[in-house]
């Protein structure tokens, strides 16, 4: 049976391996640092837990997080049920993001899991957390996005 200790035991081995990883968290950190510094967006979006991630994530730029400071520009994709179900529609599943974006130009940043998949082939940075386990991805993802927002806040 699963329990708090056990769980806790299994998020700081999930942590320990990510710390090596620290670089990568450092070059998105000042990836999104640079954006929002230079008047740009920060575009979110996620699937299931994550998307609540990426909605999180924008509302503590256009909100705050630590600091009272004014609103930064930030998007989340996946809050726009209009457009998601009309691109489902006429596109497929596949492209509800991409096809948000393909007009936009960006670089971009993926946070996974589980080997990365796909979308880590193609992003620009990437930081795939050494896990298989979606829990301890998603709050190591949260660990990671808090970790971002830090960096910003410093800096605007």
């Not at 640092?33 to 008047?39: D, E, K, L, T, V």
């Not at 609540?52 to 997080?65: I, N, P, Q, R």
């Not at 998949?117 to 620009?124: A, N």
Request: with cysteine; aromatic share 4%; net charge negative.
């Amino acid at each position: 049976m699963r329990n708090l200790k056990t769980n806790l035991n299994s998020l700081i081995e999930a942590a320990e391996k990510t710390r090596e990883l620290a670089d990568s968290a450092d070059k998105i950190c000042a990836a999104l640092a640079s954006c929002i510094r230079g008047g740009g967006t920060i575009f979110t979006c996620g699937n299931g837990g994550s998307a609540a991630d990426a909605m999180h994530f924008a509302e503590e730029l256009t909100g705050k997080y630590k600091a009272v400071r004014r609103p930064l520009r930030g998007v989340c994709l996946n809050s726009d049920a209009a457009a998601l179900t009309c691109i489902a529609n006429d596109f497929g599943y596949e492209s509800v993001f991409s096809r948000q974006l393909e007009a936009l130009g960006i670089t971009s940043v993926v946070l996974s899991g589980r080997g990365g998949g796909e979308c880590s082939k193609i992003s620009d940075l990437c930081l795939v957390v050494p896990s298989d386990d979606g829990a301890r991805i998603q709050e190591i993802h949260g660990l990671i996005l808090h970790t971002i927002i830090d960096a910003i806040e410093e800096i605007v």
